[in-house]
């Protein structure tokens, strides 16, 4: 039975298997029963995204690895990004051509959601020429390992984003610039001149949870079992993404009621991939206190683990042989 209506909040607790799939535009009453139930802080009403690299079109002959003052983060190392530099007349180039690209606009019932910790990129260059170098761009705390004499004028960063370490984050990159100058401008990064992008950044009005932390391999509540999330609610972006999901979810619902357990897809499947994803495959950065790193994902190949190729064993035959 199909009942067409506004549900106001989460399904009763002696409910055993529910999903929840209400999208980008959760109605509010129930967006606030979301958010008590799995924190306040766990629920996004805006995405603020940067792009994302794939790592092996990143040019490390320009790029080297490092923290700032080689501070040990995640991975341990004092090594933990990858750092892209400019000098004074590549980041004034940058700035204005940053300035002068081509934006997107808020849809109406959007608003504006800029705050201080979150501003577009190209908001803050035109705040003034310098704003970048003494943001998400400063310089300080890092040295070029291949030419240890010139100090960069500016500094772009980018940072693991999954735990394949196949993927790299532009840190502090969110922006409204429209897709097709945002590579075109990008790519004039030291480094980034072949660079593929997996993700393109945006800031727009969505709603999504913080899956990696609340949701187990199955897509359920850790909190409250039989209650599952699927479609872009759970963090995953586009329509086919959205729908994939929603499959798993009903699959591993269906499962546990006739008294299965979940068969989870294979992590080199494309639905492996992306549910790994949004589940625990993204690398949550812990050297920056209070933000939060997981934002929606399309499926792609930096989703995947490395291909193994076969190893070839004895001669071949040929021919006649």
């Known amino acids: 039975t199909i009942q067409r209506e506004e549900v106001p909040g989460l399904p009763p607790a002696d409910w055993d298997q529910a999903i929840i799939a209400t999208g980008p535009l959760t109605a509010p009453s129930l967006a606030q029963s979301i958010a008590q139930a799995t924190g306040a802080d766990a629920l996004a009403f805006f995405d603020a995204i940067a792009p994302i690299v794939h790592f092996d079109t990143i040019d490390m002959d320009t790029c080297w ?14 090594k933990d990004y990858i750092n892209c530099p400019m000098d004074k007349d590549q980041y004034l180039a940058f700035v204005q051509a940053l300035v002068d690209g081509q934006k997107t606009e808020f849809k109406e019932w959007e608003g504006t959601p800029y705050f201080d910790g979150c501003l577009p990129i190209e908001v803050m260059a035109e705040r003034g020429v310098e704003t970048l170098r003494h943001g998400p761009m400063k310089p300080m705390g890092l040295t070029n390992v291949h030419n240890p004499s010139v100090k ?12 394949l370490g196949t993927l790299y984050n532009m840190v502090g990159f969110q922006t409204k610039l429209k897709h097709a100058e945002q590579v075109r401008v990008f790519r004039t990064i030291p480094g980034l001149e072949n ?3 997996a993700r393109l950044g945006g800031l727009h009005r969505n709603t999504y949870i913080n899956s990696p932390t609340l949701l187990d391999a199955s897509l359920q509540l850790k909190s409250r079992p039989g209650l599952r999330f699927a479609g872009q609610i759970t963090g995953c972006e586009g329509y086919v993404e959205s729908a ?15 008294g299965h357990a979940p068969s989870l897809p294979p992590l080199t499947t494309a639905f492996g991939a992306l549910l790994n994803h949004i589940t625990g495959g993204h690398l949550v950065s812990d050297d920056e206190p209070g933000k939060r790193s997981f934002q929606p994902m399309n499926v792609n190949f930096g989703l995947f683990p490395p291909v193994e190729a076969p190893k070839s064993e ?3 035959l040929r021919g006649k042989d």
């Open 152 to 163: 960069a004028y500016a500094v772009v960063q980018l940072r693991q984003d999954n735990a």
């Open 195 to 197: 660079a593929d992008f």
């Open 314 to 316: 004895g001669k071949r």
């Open 65 to 78: 690895f490092q923290s700032r003052y080689d501070k040990v983060g995640p991975g341990g190392t004092g």
């Open 244 to 258: 994939a999901i929603g499959l798993l979810a009903g699959r591993f619902a269906a499962a546990e009621r006739l």
